[in-house]
C-alpha cells in the first residue's frame, strides 16, 4: 500500500473552466417558449394569420368599404354577387289604356318591350273564353303543372290586356293566359310566352338613390350602372359586405367580450375558493355546481325574455350579462384545482417565508402561472359564445332585428335559400370559418402552453 | 351505490327547485305582464282575468300556488292558447322531441364510435385524414347551417331523381325522422369521434393489448373485445352533456324542418311571452336534462365496475 503525499499544490482550487457552467443557448421565458413551439404548428399558426385576418376585416374593413349597411338599394334586390348592375333609363311611368297594340304571334304577345317597370301584355281571343286569367311563372308552362302566381282575371271577353308591374326582378318569367269559362273554370286553351325583363331605371329614381347628382343629366335611352356590391344584396337591398363587417363587430364583440368577462369573473372566484380553502371552499364550489347545473340555453333564453329588450336597442348587453351569469362556473373550477396544486409548491412557501402577503401571493404567483391554462380555456370559450350568440338571433332570441349579427343574417337568409342561397351562405360561412379558426388556434395553444392538456395527436 | 344514487336523485331535485324558482322570477321580473297584449280591455275584464290567472295575488302566494301545482305535477294553462293546459302541451309534443333525440343520439353515438375507432385503426393514412377533416367542418358548422343545408339536399335529390325519396319538411313517419336526426346528431357526432380516437389512440399502446397479442388473438377480437370496449368509457362520459345539447339543438331543426317538437314550442311561447308555457317547459326540459345525466353518470359505473360511486 503506497501513500501518496500531497503537498500544497494539490489545494489550490482548478482553474475555472467557465465553458462547462455557460448556458449554449439562451435562456427562454415560458411564454417565449410557448411562442416557438406555436410557430412550428403550422395549422396553429395559420389559424392564428385567419383570426388576425378576421380582426381586419372587422376593424379595418369599414373604413375600406364605406357604404352603410343599413341603405337599402331597392333597385337591387337578393341581388347575388357578380350580377349585371347595367341599367337603361326610362321615362316616369305613365298609366296605359291598352290600345297601343302591337301585331300578336302565337295568341299571347308584348305591347311593348319589357322592363323592369312594367310589362305590357296583350292576347288574341282564345276558343270558348267567356273571360281570362293571366299567371306568372318562373319556369316554362307544361301542361299538368302549376301555372303559376294568378295577376288578373276578368269575365270581359274582349279584356284582352294586362299591365304587369308586380315586384319585377331582371330575369326570365314565363307569362300564360287561360281561358275562362262562364263559371269560371279554366277550359283548358292556354297560350304561354316567355319574356326575359329588362332592367330599367328612372332618372329620378336615379337621383334619389345617389347615382347621378341632378336628375336632368339624364335623358330617356341613356345608360347607367347600378351600385356596386362585391356580395350582392340581401331581401331588403342591404349591402351584405357592410352588412358582414357590421356583423362582425356584434359576432366578435361577443364572441370575445362575453368570455373575457366569464373568465376573469371565474378566475377571482376560483382563485378565492382555492386560496381560501375549508367551508368557504366548499360553499363557493357548491353553488357554482348548481349554475353549471341549469340548462344553459334554456336560461340563455328567459334571461333574454326577462330583460326585456327595448324597440331601439340592440340586445348586446344583455346577451353578454346572461352569457357571463351562466358560463363562470367552468373557469371557476378549472383555476380552483390549478390554485390547489400551486398552494402546495415550493416557490410559494418561499414568497409566504419572505413575508408575502395573500393578495400578492395569489396575484403574483399563484395567477401568472395559471395563465397558460386560463388562455387555452379562453381561445376554446370564444368558438362556443359565437356559436351562442349564432343560435340564438337564429331563433330570434338575439340582437334585435335592425343590428345584424352573422346568427341573425342567417336566420333571414334561410327563408330565400332556395332563390338566393348567397344570403344565407356568406354569413354561415364567416361563422364556420372563425369558429374553426379559433379551435385550431386553441388546439395549438394547448400543444405549446400546457404540457399536461398536449393531445394525444 | 344505493347511497350515492339518493344523493344524487336529492342533488337533483333541488337543483330543479332552483330551476322552477329563477324561472318563476325570471318571468315575473319581465316588465309589463301577460295580459298586456294586443286587445284593450275593460277594468272588469281585466279583473275577472286577473283572478282567473291568479294574477291578483301578491308575488309570494302566486310563487307559493306555482309550487304547489308544480309539486302535483301542473304547469297550468297557456295565456295564448286559450283552456289548454301547458300539460297536454307537453304531452302532446314532447314524444316528438324525444323521438328525434333518440335517434340523434343515437346516430351521433354509433357514428361516433365507428369513426372515431376508425380513424385510430388507419392513423395518418387517408380515411384518418378523410374523417378528421369532416370532424373539423362538423365542429365549426352551426347546426341551423347543417339543417338548411340537409334540406336543400334533399329538394335537389328529390329533384333529381323526379319523385320524393325522403319528405322535406314534415313528421309522422320514419322517412319524415331520418334527416333531421342525422342533421341534429352531426355536431354531437364530430365531437364524440374527436374523443374516440385519442381514446382508442391511447388504448393502442397499452400493455393489455400487447399481452392480447401475445397470446395469439386475431386482430379483428383484439379490436372488438379490448380496444373498443375499453376505448368507449369516456365516450360515455360525455354522453350526459351531450344529450342536453341534442336537446336544446332540436329547437332550430324542429324550427326547420317544421316538426311539431316541443323544442319549437318552446320557441313560439317564447316569441309569444306566453309565461305558462315557458315557465312549464323550462321547468320540464331542465328537469329531464338534469335526470338525464344523473342516469348516465349512473350508467358510468354499471359499465365500469372499476369506478366507485361516492
Not at chain 1, 457552467?21 to 399558426?45: C, F, G, M, T, V
Not at chain 1, 319574356?195 to 347628382?213: C, E, F, Y
Not at chain 2, 295575488?57 to 286559450?82: A, C, H, K, R, W
Not at chain 2, 379490448?226 to 339543438?249: E, K, M, S
Request: charged fraction near 15%.
Amino acid at each position: 500500500m503506497t501513500e501518496a503525499a500531497f503537498t500544497a499544490d494539490d489545494f489550490q482550487p482548478a482553474a475555472a473552466a467557465h465553458s462547462a457552467q455557460a448556458a449554449s443557448r439562451p435562456s427562454l421565458s415560458y411564454w417565449q417558449d410557448a411562442w416557438i413551439r406555436l410557430k412550428a404548428n403550422r395549422r396553429a399558426l395559420s389559424s392564428l394569420y385567419l383570426v388576425i385576418g378576421l380582426l381586419l376585416f372587422t376593424l379595418i374593413g369599414p373604413l375600406i368599404w364605406t357604404v352603410d349597411p343599413s341603405l337599402q338599394d331597392l333597385e337591387q334586390i337578393s341581388q347575388p354577387p357578380g350580377a349585371d348592375r347595367n341599367a337603361v333609363v326610362v321615362a316616369p311611368h305613365s298609366p296605359w289604356n291598352g290600345v297601343a297594340r302591337q301585331p300578336l304571334g302565337g295568341g299571347l304577345g308584348l305591347a311593348e318591350p319589357p322592363t323592369t317597370q312594367s310589362v305590357r301584355l296583350a292576347w288574341e281571343p282564345l276558343p270558348d273564353a267567356a273571360g281570362y286569367r293571366l299567371y306568372r311563372n318562373l319556369f316554362p308552362y307544361e301542361p299538368g303543372q302549376p301555372l303559376g302566381l294568378p295577376l288578373f282575371a276578368t269575365f270581359n271577353a274582349d279584356r284582352r290586356h294586362f299591365e304587369d308591374r308586380l315586384d319585377l326582378k331582371p330575369r326570365t318569367y314565363h307569362y300564360s293566359v287561360a281561358g275562362l269559362d262562364a263559371q269560371g273554370e279554366v277550359t283548358g286553351a292556354v297560350r304561354s310566352l316567355e319574356v326575359a325583363v329588362a332592367r330599367v331605371v328612372t332618372a329620378q329614381d336615379a337621383q334619389d338613390i345617389g347615382l347621378v347628382a341632378d336628375a336632368g343629366q339624364l335623358s330617356p335611352g341613356d345608360r347607367i350602372k347600378l351600385r356596386a356590391h362585391p356580395l350582392g344584396t340581401d331581401y331588403l337591398g342591404r349591402d351584405l359586405l357592410a352588412r358582414l363587417m357590421a356583423g362582425a363587430r356584434v359576432s366578435l364583440f361577443i364572441g370575445i367580450a362575453a368570455p373575457l368577462l366569464f373568465i376573469a369573473f371565474g378566475v377571482i372566484y376560483g382563485a378565492a375558493a382555492g386560496f381560501l380553502g375549508g367551508l368557504a371552499d366548499q360553499a363557493l364550489m357548491r353553488f357554482s355546481d348548481f349554475v353549471v347545473a341549469l340548462p344553459f340555453l334554456l336560461f340563455m333564453i328567459l334571461l333574454r325574455v326577462a330583460s326585456g329588450v327595448q324597440p331601439g336597442e340592440s340586445g348586446i348587453t344583455p346577451m353578454v350579462l346572461a352569457m357571463v351569469l351562466l358560463s363562470w362556473p367552468a373557469a371557476a373550477r378549472l383555476v380552483r384545482g390549478q390554485i390547489l396544486q400551486i398552494r402546495e409548491e415550493g416557490y410559494v412557501s418561499a414568497a409566504r417565508l419572505l413575508g408575502g402577503s395573500a393578495p400578492y401571493l395569489v396575484l403574483r404567483h399563484m395567477i401568472p402561472n395559471t395563465l397558460g391554462v386560463i388562455l387555452v380555456t379562453m381561445t376554446f370559450a370564444v368558438p362556443t359564445a359565437i356559436f351562442t350568440e349564432a343560435f340564438l338571433s337564429f331563433i330570434g332570441m338575439g340582437v334585435a332585428p335592425p343590428t345584424p349579427s352573422w346568427g341573425s343574417m342567417c336566420n333571414e337568409g334561410i327563408k330565400t335559400m332556395l332563390t338566393t342561397p348567397h344570403e344565407l351562405i356568406f354569413p354561415a360561412l364567416f361563422i364556420s370559418v372563425t369558429v374553426l379558426a379559433f379551435n385550431l388556434l386553441g388546439d395549438g395553444l394547448r400543444d405549446a402552453l400546457d404540457a399536461r392538456m398536449r393531445s394525444a395527436e | 351505490m344505493l347511497r350515492y344514487s339518493l344523493k344524487r336523485l336529492l342533488q337533483g331535485l333541488v337543483t330543479v327547485f332552483l330551476i322552477a324558482t329563477a324561472t318563476f322570477f325570471a318571468m315575473h321580473s319581465v316588465p309589463g305582464d301577460p295580459l298586456a297584449g294586443d286587445k284593450a280591455l275593460t277594468e272588469r275584464i281585466r279583473a275577472n282575468l286577473e283572478a282567473k290567472y291568479g294574477l291578483d295575488q301578491p308575488l309570494m302566494t302566486q310563487y307559493g300556488i306555482f309550487l304547489g301545482n308544480l309539486v302535483q305535477g301542473d304547469f297550468g294553462i297557456s295565456y295564448t292558447q286559450e283552456n289548454r293546459r301547458v300539460n297536454d302541451i307537453i304531452r302532446e309534443h314532447f314524444p316528438v322531441s324525444a323521438t328525434l333525440g333518440i335517434l340523434a343520439v343515437a346516430f351521433a353515438g354509433l357514428g361516433g364510435v365507428l369513426w372515431g375507432a376508425l380513424t385510430a385503426l388507419y392513423r395518418n393514412r387517408w380515411p384518418d385524414m378523410a374523417i378528421m377533416l369532416a370532424v373539423i367542418l362538423g365542429i365549426s358548422v352551426p347546426s341551423f347551417v347543417f339543417a338548411a343545408l340537409g334540406q336543400l339536399l334533399l329538394v335537389q335529390v328529390n329533384g333529381w331523381l323526379g319523385f320524393s325519396l325522403l319528405p322535406v319538411a314534415g313528421w309522422g313517419t320514419v322517412a319524415h325522422m331520418l334527416i333531421p336526426s342525422l342533421v341534429l346528431g352531426l355536431g354531437t357526432m364530430a365531437y364524440l369521434t374527436r374523443l374516440m380516437r385519442s381514446s382508442m389512440l391511447e388504448i393502442v399502446g397499452s400493455d393489455f393489448v400487447r399481452t392480447a397479442k401475445s397470446k395469439g388473438l386475431s386482430a379483428s377480437r383484439i379490436f372488438t373485445h379490448h380496444q373498443l370496449r375499453n376505448a368507449i368509457l369516456p365516450v360515455v362520459t360525455v354522453l350526459g352533456p351531450a344529450i342536453a345539447a341534442i336537446a336544446t339543438g332540436g329547437f332550430v331543426v324542429e324550427m326547420v324542418f317544421a316538426i311539431p317538437g316541443l323544442g319549437r314550442y318552446f320557441v313560439q311561447a317564447v316569441q309569444q311571452l306566453d309565461y305558462t308555457v315557458i315557465m312549464g317547459t323550462t321547468v320540464f326540459y331542465g328537469a329531464f336534462l338534469v335526470f338525464m345525466v344523473i342516469v348516465v353518470d349512473l350508467l358510468y359505473g354499471w359499465i365500469d365496475p372499476r369506478v366507485r360511486l361516492e
